[in-house]
Nanobody, 130 residues
Framework: QSQLVESGGGLVQPGGSLRLSCLVSGFTLDYYAIGWFRRAPGKALEGVLCIDSHDGSTYCADSLKGRFTVSRDKEKNTVYLQMNDLKPEDTAIYSC???????????????????????WGQGTQVTVSS
C-alpha cells in the first residue's frame, strides 16, 4: 500500500528544534522527490518549504533563512525535515508529499509546483509556543 506518514511533530519553545520524519511506503525513492509543506491555522497551504530529490540534491525556500534542512535515509525510506530556531510563526500542520522526478524542472527544485505533487501524507502538528 502506498502511503506517506509524517511523525515528529509536537510542542516546542521558541528557539527550539524538531526533526520531522516522512516514512514512504510503496514508492521507490530513486524515482521521486519528497517535498515538505505546511498549513498555518486559518491560512492556505504554503508553497514548498524544502525538497529532497532522488539524486541527493536539496532545496529549501530562502524565506526559511537556513533554519530548515532536508535529508533522506534511503535504507529507511524516510525523508527528514530538520527545523531549528523555531518561531511561533512556524506553528502549522506539516505535510510531506511525493513528486515523480520527471515533473521536476531540470536543475530547479525550487521551481516545482504544488499541483505536481500527487500523493500526500496526513500531516503532523508543530506548535511553537512558550
Amino acid at each position: 500500500q502506498s502511503q506517506l506518514v509524517e511523525s515528529g511533530g509536537g510542542l516546542v519553545q521558541p528557539g527550539g528544534s524538531l526533526r520531522l520524519s516522512c516514512l514512504v511506503s510503496g514508492f521507490t525513492l530513486d524515482y521521486y522527490a519528497i517535498g515538505w509543506f505546511r498549513r498555518a491555522p486559518g491560512k492556505a497551504l504554503e508553497g514548498v518549504l524544502c525538497i529532497d530529490s532522488h539524486d541527493g540534491s536539496t532545496y529549501c525556500a530562502d524565506s526559511l533563512k537556513g533554519r530548515f534542512t532536508v535529508s533522506r535515509d534511503k535504507e529507511k525510506n524516510t525523508v527528514y525535515l530538520q527545523m531549528n530556531d523555531l518561531k511561533p510563526e512556524d506553528t502549522a500542520i506539516y505535510s510531506c508529499a511525493i513528486i515523480p522526478r520527471y515533473r521536476i524542472p531540470p536543475g530547479n527544485l525550487g521551481g516545482t509546483r504544488q499541483d505536481d505533487f500527487d500523493f500526500w501524507g496526513q500531516g503532523t502538528q508543530v506548535t511553537v509556543s512558550s
